[in-house]
């Protein structure tokens, strides 16, 4: 992140005028709104350049607030899946902390996503917040061509002026959710079901197994099968197996809240991509981790409203507080909570290296070798699974006839909820 250069003047300008003008003339303010102060030294006396001339200090003028009005696109419904869920909240803390009036454009395919910035546009939207990795290429697009609009990237990575990319660093959660699903595993057979679509999710994957391996080294077996987040009967139909082949803790690596809450039906423990765990799983949630999209996107606004220096490419991890760990469950295995709050402690101190010495993927390559640790754009680029992984099954069925948005613009949340997980739950 940038340093607000905007702020540094201030300061530098305050520093020269309170701390070295000893003397009774005012300070000069011009049309310009700047102030200009003439630099003394410490006797008082005027400083003077190589040409006679008294050297001046500005007092930037203060930036005039820009009033934020600011649309969010979705790939899904507002508030449908965990992913989404992060967004309205931060929706809601936007509006509240920073008075910004908010509006927001649901099931939007990505070849629409320039529709639903025009419609969002015209309602008066300044700053446009992408909540999908899937736009990505969209949104990049879009900055370049409306430079009069702000774009915010959930998954993004290249960034522009008018466009502020972020991830956070997710598998430093997951690393620690890890070792708190070993602990309370009985078989040591540990299951994930996985939706491709969630940023980086081979690195939250990979983290979460390393976390496992953190107490069972090289016994530690863990199966993998993949459903659209999306698609509940992929979902069920993938955790079923997952079961069927001894697995009794279950890591949702999936913005689904269905998979969280099928989980809780089968009576199995289940680690989650969800800050709400203990409402969706109450009996049998572990931990679980999430992004803290609000703390960046607030950041981001802030810098918007004040024509500072904004966030260009963003990750941050535990250590930031863009990335959190869900209370351990007072139901979880005795000392789950300790033995968890020790690595998350050292997640917190930056002192946690995940990715470091030797790491094989499940074809045995070795992907980081011995005394080397990934740095983060290597972290972010990971495309395969650590060597733990006894089985991988795909139960993504391709869409064939996706239904688009009618580009509706919302205002308020309930517009949009619905309580179709908790129904197909019941179902099942």
């Not at 300008?13 to 005012?26: A, I, P, R, V």
């Not at 809601?92 to 529709?115: H, M, W």
């Amino acid at each position: 992140m940038k340093k607000n250069r905007f702020l540094s003047f201030l300061l530098a300008g305050c520093l020269l005028f309170t701390g070295c003008s000893g003397g009774e003339d005012q300070p000069e303010t011009t049309t310009d709104g700047n102030t200009y102060v003439d630099v003394t030294d410490e006797e008082g006396k005027p400083v003077t350049n190589a040409e006679g001339e008294v050297v001046t200090s500005v007092i930037p003028a203060v930036p005039e607030e820009k009033e934020l009005t600011v649309g969010f696109v979705y790939s899904g419904k507002a508030g449908g899946d965990a992913v989404s869920e992060y967004f309205e909240d931060a929706r809601a803390e936007i509006a509240r902390v920073l008075g910004a009036k908010t509006y927001y454009v649901e099931n939007v395919l990505v070849s629409q996503f320039e529709a639903a910035t025009a419609v969002l546009v015209e309602k008066g939207c300044n700053v446009i917040v992408s909540t999908s990795v899937r736009y990505a290429n969209a949104v990049y697009d879009e900055a370049t061509g409306n430079k009069k609009v702000h774009f915010v990237s959930y998954g993004g990575t290249k960034a522009q002026n008018n466009l502020s990319c972020f991830q956070g660093e997710v598998y430093k959660g997951a690393f620690v959710c890890g070792l708190a699903a070993a602990y309370n595993s009985d078989s040591n057979i540990i299951g994930v079901v996985a939706d491709p679509a969630v940023i980086s999710v081979y690195n939250v994957i990979d983290g979460f197994i390393i976390g496992a391996k953190e107490l069972t080294k090289n016994d530690t077996d863990v199966r993998v099968n993949w459903a659209w987040g999306n698609r509940d009967q992929e979902t069920k139909d993938a955790i079923d197996n997952l079961i069927s082949q001894g697995c009794d803790v279950i890591f949702t690596a999936t913005g689904s809240r269905f998979a969280v809450q099928y989980c809780e039906l089968k009576g199995i423990k289940v680690i989650g991509l969800s800050y709400n765990m203990p409402d969706l799983a109450p009996e049998n949630y572990i931990t679980g981790t999430f992004c803290n999209v609000k703390l960046f996107l607030i950041d981001v606004l802030r810098s918007v409203r004040y024509g500072t220096d904004g966030v260009e490419v963003y990750r941050g991890g535990i250590k930031e507080g863009a990335v959190r760990v869900v209370a351990i469950n007072e139901k979880a295995r005795e000392g789950t909570k300790e033995i968890c709050d020790t690595l998350y402690q050292l997640c917190e101190q930056g002192k946690a290296l995940v990715f470091k010495d030797e790491l094989k993927d499940t074809n045995g390559n070795i992907k980081v070798k011995k005394g080397e640790t990934l740095d983060a754009d290597k972290i972010m680029g990971i495309d395969w699974l650590e060597q733990s992984v006894k089985s991988e099954n795909n139960y993504c069925e391709p869409l064939l006839d996706p239904v688009g948005s009618d580009l509706t613009v919302y205002e308020d949340k309930e517009q949009a909820a619905g309580t179709d997980a908790e129904e197909a739950v019941t179902a099942a």
